[in-house]
């Protein structure tokens, strides 16, 4: 079993979007190393607060392979998250490709996962400042701000691209909607509740 992505095949390399004197590997085609620079290995801008007025205020700024086309193959992106005081909400959501280990760097979050099933055992704790917690890969997490001021954590992932899955977006707003007669049943929901929830995504 890995933990990450697999190992590279060089010392790096750096995606581009062409495909003229490139090599596909791992989803991403590589630049000549010859015509590498600095900046593709850079990336600026997580000084910067995000914008929380949104509807789970919350904002994730990702550096991932995307932003720094020097990350293809290596492995790992970051991310900055910020919450809104009172309530600012990273809504239960899954890496599918990443484990995810989380800093605090100002405020306090209550943070939690649920195992899979049959277990469903839920892990949960309230971090501050400093504090640092883990999200084992492909586990439904959440990060929840039960402070009076704004929040701000970091996140390492374990890999180029962990992918992201927001549980509920995906079930209620999905491009071709879920069968609300599917969805009352697993849910043990109404389904006029069910087809209100679909309408608000």
């Keep these: 079993m890995e933990a990450s992505d697999p190992s590279s095949l060089h010392d790096f390399c750096v995606a581009i979007n062409g495909t003229s ?34 509807a789970v205020g919350s904002k994730v700024t990702p550096v991932n392979v995307d932003q720094i086309s020097g990350l293809n193959t290596l492995g790992v992106s970051l991310a900055r998250i910020d919450y809104a005081p009172y309530g600012g909400l990273n809504p239960p959501h899954t890496h599918p490709r ?62 180029q691209n962990p992918g992201v899955i927001t549980i509920a977006n995906a079930v209620f707003s999905s491009n071709l909607p879920v069968n609300a007669d599917a969805l009352s049943k697993a849910f043990k929901l109404d389904k006029n509740a069910v087809e209100f929830l679909q309408t608000q995504f």
């Design 21 to 54: 004197n490139a090599v596909l590997v791992n989803g991403k085609f590589c630049k000549d190393p010859k015509l590498a620079t600095a900046d593709d290995f850079f990336f600026a801008g997580l000084h910067k607060a995000g914008n929380t007025s949104n």
């Design 98 to 159: 990443a484990t995810e280990i989380l800093v605090v760097a100002k405020g306090k979050l209550y943070v939690g996962f649920v195992t899979s099933n049959p277990d469903n055992r839920f892990f949960a704790k309230v971090l501050k400042k400093g504090d640092v917690f883990v999200f084992p890969v492909g586990l439904i997490h959440f990060q929840f701000n039960i402070g009076k001021t704004n929040a701000i954590a970091f996140a390492g992932l374990s890999s």
